[in-house]
C-alpha cells in the first residue's frame, strides 16, 4: 500500500500519541507499504507554527524533516497534475490543506490515512 498521511496523523505518529487508531498504526509500521507525508502538509504545519496554533519542540524546518527522517516517512512534493486536480474536487471541505492531500490521493493512488469524516465523501480511498 501507498499511504499519504494527513497532517494530523503525521504528528500523531511522530508524537506518539494514542488518538491514532490501529489500523493506521498497524499499516504505517508495515514494512510493506510505503509512507509519504506531502509538503502541503509542511506548509500546514508551518503556518499552524507561525500563527501560534502549532507548539513543536524545534522550527518546522528542523521539526519535519527530522521526523520524517526517524520515522522513514518520504516527502511527497506538490506537483502541477495534484494542483489542477484541486479544481475537480466538489465544495465538500474547505479546508485547502486537506484538498491538496486529497488530489494528491486521487492523482497518485494513494491511500489517506485520516480521521476526518468530510474527506470519506470525496472519491478517494481512506483508511482510518
Same mark, same amino acid.
Given at each position: 500500500?501507498? =499511504?499519504?498521511?494527513d ?13 491514532? /487508531? ?15 507525508? /506531502?509538503?502541503? /502538509?509542511?506548509?500546514?504545519? %508551518? ?8 507548539? =513543536?519542540?524545534? /522550527? ?7 521526523q ?16 489542477l @486536480? ?14 491538496m492531500?486529497? %488530489? @494528491? ?24
Amino acid at each position: 500500500m501507498r =499511504l499519504l498521511l494527513d497532517t494530523c496523523t503525521f504528528l500523531w505518529i511522530v508524537g506518539g500519541d494514542a488518538a491514532l /487508531s490501529a489500523r493506521v498504526r498497524d499499516a504505517f509500521v508495515d514494512p510493506e507499504n510505503d509512507v509519504f507525508v /506531502s509538503a502541503a /502538509s509542511a506548509w500546514e504545519i %508551518a503556518v499552524k507554527y507561525r500563527l501560534g496554533r502549532l507548539p =513543536l519542540p524545534a /522550527s518546522p524546518e528542523q521539526f519535519v524533516p527530522a521526523q520524517r527522517a526517524a520515522h522513514g516517512i518520504d516527502a511527497l512534493a506538490v506537483d502541477e497534475e495534484a494542483a489542477l @486536480q484541486v479544481a475537480k474536487l466538489p465544495d465538500l471541505h474547505r479546508d485547502p490543506f486537506d484538498r491538496m492531500l486529497i %488530489a @494528491q490521493a486521487i492523482v497518485g493512488g494513494l491511500v489517506l490515512a485520516t480521521p476526518d469524516d468530510a474527506i470519506r465523501e470525496y472519491p478517494v480511498r481512506t483508511l482510518w
